[in-house]
C-alpha cells in the first residue's frame, strides 16, 4: 500500500545528479528516446496507473513516433523507480508520448487517455496502489492545456451519467521528465506476459 498523500518538500528524497543513462533504442520501433525527432513530432505526457500497459497502449497508436516511461510532477531530480514506489519523491509514473502531427492529434491521444483507465480513484488506478499511480496530463503548451481541460469535461459528464464520481486526474504544466531504467522501457514488448494492471470505465468518450 504507497502513501495516499501528496509528501512535501521537506519529506522528499534527495535529488540524485546523475541523469539516468538511456542504454537503448526503443525497443519495439528503433527509434532514439531522446531524439532529436522529425520537425513535425510532438510531445505528451501522461500518468495512468502502472506505466508498463499504458505505454504499450500508446506506441500501439497510429501516428505514433516513439515512446517512453519514466517519471514526472514530483520534487526529487533523477530518482529511481524504487524510490518512485515509496511515495516519496512525489513522481507519477509517467509515459512520453512522441507523435507525428501529420498523423495523429493530441485529441485523439486524450480520448484513448480517457477511455484506458479509470480517472477517479485518486491515489491509484486498480490493485496499485499510492501516488506514483495517479493520474495526470503534463501539457506542453496553452492548446494541450486547453484540450485537456476540456476534454476533462467532457468525459466527466459521460462518466456521471452512468454514476461515477469525479475525475481526480491532475491537469499541470509538464516539467523535467525523469526517463526510467532501461528494464522499464517497453516492458511489455520484453516480457509479453508481464503484469499490465490497465482497464478502462467502459464509459466512451464520445
Known sequence: MGLQNMIT???????????????????????????????????????????????????QMPGVYCTAVGYMGGLTKNPT?????????????TVMVVFNQELTDFWTLLETFWQSHDPTQGMAQGNDKGTQYRSAIFWEDDMQKMFAEKSKQMYQAN?????????????????????????????LHKNPNGYCGLGGTGVSFV
Not at 523507480?81 to 509514473?93: I, K, R
Not at 491537469?171 to 528494464?183: C, P, Q, S, V
Request: charged share 25%; aromatic share 14%.
Open 159 to 187: 462518466l456521471s451519467k452512468v454514476g461515477m464520481g469525479n475525475i481526480t486526474t491532475e491537469i499541470t504544466k509538464a516539467r523535467e521528465f525523469y526517463f526510467a531504467e532501461d528494464a522499464h522501457q517497453q516492458y
Open 9 to 59: 518538500k521537506d519529506q522528499a528524497l534527495p535529488d540524485r545528479a546523475e541523469k539516468m543513462p538511456i542504454l537503448n533504442k526503443h525497443a519495439v520501433n528503433g527509434r532514439s528516446m531522446e531524439g532529436p525527432w522529425p520537425n513535425h513530432a510532438k510531445k505528451a505526457f501522461f500518468a495512468m496507473g502502472c506505466f508498463w500497459g499504458a505505454e504499450r497502449l500508446f506506441w
Open 81 to 93: 523507480y524504487e524510490e518512485v514506489c515509496s511515495g516519496y519523491t512525489g513522481h507519477t509514473e
